[in-house]
C-alpha cells in the first residue's frame, strides 16, 4: 500500500509540472490561477480521464487508428486534454487546433519528466 501511494503521489506529482510547463509553453493553453493547487487538480482529472475515458475511446476507435498507422492517437489526446479543460474552469484551450498541439508537447513533457522521476516508488530491480 505504501509504494503504491507514493507512486500515486508521484504520478499525479508528474502530470502537474508538465501541465504548468505546457501552459508556460503554449500561449493558446492557459491554466488561471496559475497555482500548485490548480495544476495537482489538473493533474488528477487529466489522470481520471486518462484512465477510465482514454481506454474506451482508444477501443473504439482501433480501426481508424489502424487505418491512420497510429497517427489518430494524436486525435484522441488532444480529445482528452479539451475533455479536461471543460471539466476544469481554471484550464482553457483556445481551439481545438491548440489542443492537438498542446496534447504532443504535453506528451513529450511528461515523457522527459517520467524518465527522470519514475523510478521514485517503483520496486527496486532484482539482479
Known sequence: MGRFLVRLIVDILISAAAIGLTALVLPGVHVQPFSWTTLLLLGVVIGV????????????????????????????????????????????????LWALLGGIVLGIIHAILEGIFGRIGKEPRKA
Open 49 to 96: 480521464i486518462d484512465g477510465f475515458i482514454r481506454p474506451v475511446v482508444s477501443i473504439l476507435s482501433l480501426p481508424i487508428t489502424i487505418l491512420t498507422l497510429g497517427i489518430f492517437q494524436l486525435v484522441i489526446n488532444a480529445l482528452m486534454l479539451y475533455l479536461a479543460s471543460f471539466v476544469i474552469p481554471a484550464f482553457k484551450i483556445d481551439s481545438f
